[in-house]
């Protein structure tokens, strides 16, 4: 409770800032299409806001250095508010485009401030309930922001991307009025993407893939249920049981990546996601519980994967090497996130809804054979403990601090 306490604003901020911006994905996709947008421009946009996701990322720590944790929130929250509020000036894919790019800049910036003041503050005694505080949070605010979807769908464009705007604003005022000392302001973290594939090719090619999969459900999975005869109220259950199914794994795959090889556990995951986009697709027709419970599964198999792909490369990393290795991990996850919505959008265009699965399938076909492929290059090590990786920054690293290191016993 002192440790809930003591952060309480930073984790309203986050719950606040995953709901306005966890919400706009979906909100565009059904607003678009409902203004003639094609397929493909919808995801576009999804494209866009994870090339403002990067961009942020990047940007974040070394604005971090130069005007402080508070000046820095406040630059990115305002930077997300403009994005968001600019969607009822024009109804152009492009424009909008353009403003998704400034909501993925808010989002990996406020991320980055948060995490680096968290970072500074939590000691090795409190870290572990910490940071399980800020994934409940982090996850919590996710699946309010998806489960809202409908209820803001209803809502006429202006009032419900004003609905948006306000809770972006809103996110600036805990951390505005908080009287806790801003701490001392971090150096950026060098990004070196190379370090990952010379820690564990599989690791890497692990990442894009969890990229492919999430990036491509949350941001075209509205145009997939629109296709298969989903209401706006419904699409958004059905993004939020994704992210429910994945939420609920992190406990049995986080034993079983600590008890079993990792690339067991992974290429298994894979095998496992297989079958999700087959069992998503097969029941499509057969009623919205049936659609509800498959993308739990989808999420439940899927999610994890990022979790397990980044235990393994730490597994071959130093202590001084985590922080530089969980932004490496982060830049292959931002672009692979960058193509994923516009490459299935278009898909789904050529060869219908079921295209969506059929190449998150391929995906993961892929990492099996490749997970195959390493398992003979070299032996297994491990390290660290499994722990929920949140893709959420490139300073990430420095919270997650000592979680991962191996206890004794």
Known sequence: MRILISFAALFLSVVLLQIATGGVGPLDALVGLGAGFSKPEVGFLG??????????????????????????FATFT????????????????????????????CVAGCYTVIEAWLQAKVTNENRGRAMGIYRVVDVGGSFMAQAMVGWLADLETYLA?????????????PMAVTKATQPVTPGAT?????????????????????????????MVGPIYGQEIGLTADQIGYFLAFFVFGG???????????????????????????VLSCVVTVGVAHLGTVWVMLAASFFGFTTFPIYSVSAAHAHDFASS?????????????????????????????????????FTLISVGHILLIVFGLARMRARPAERRTRYVYAPRTSFVIGRLMGRSREKSDD
């Not at 494209?47 to 130069?66: K, N, Q, T, Y």
């Open 161 to 173: 991307y004003n609905t948006l705007v306000i809770l972006c604003c809103t996110a600036l005022l």
């Open 247 to 273: 939420a609920i794994a992190q406990i049995p795959v986080g034993w079983l990546a600590d008890k079993f090889d990792r690339r067991w556990v992974l290429i298994w995951l894979s095998v496992a996601a």
């Open 320 to 356: 001084d090497e985590r922080v530089e290795l969980s932004a490496a991990l982060m830049f292959f996850y931002a672009v692979g996130a960058i193509g994923a919505p516009y490459v299935s959008s278009t898909l789904i265009v050529w060869f219908g809804p079921a295209a969506l």
């Open 190 to 218: 060098r990004l070196r993407p190379a370090i990952s594939w010379r820690m564990s090719p599989l690791a890497t090619v692990g990442v894009v893939v969890a990229a492919l999969s999430a990036a491509s459900f949350r």
């Open 78 to 105: 305002a930077l997300g508010a403009i994005g968001l509020s600019a969607h009822v000036l024009v109804t152009d894919p492009n424009w909008w485009a353009l403003f998704r790019v400034a909501s993925g800049i």
């Open 47 to 72: 494209s866009a806001h994870f090339f403002g996701f990067f961009i942020g990322c990047w940007w974040a720590p070394r604005l971090l250095g130069d005007v402080g944790h508070a000046r820095s």
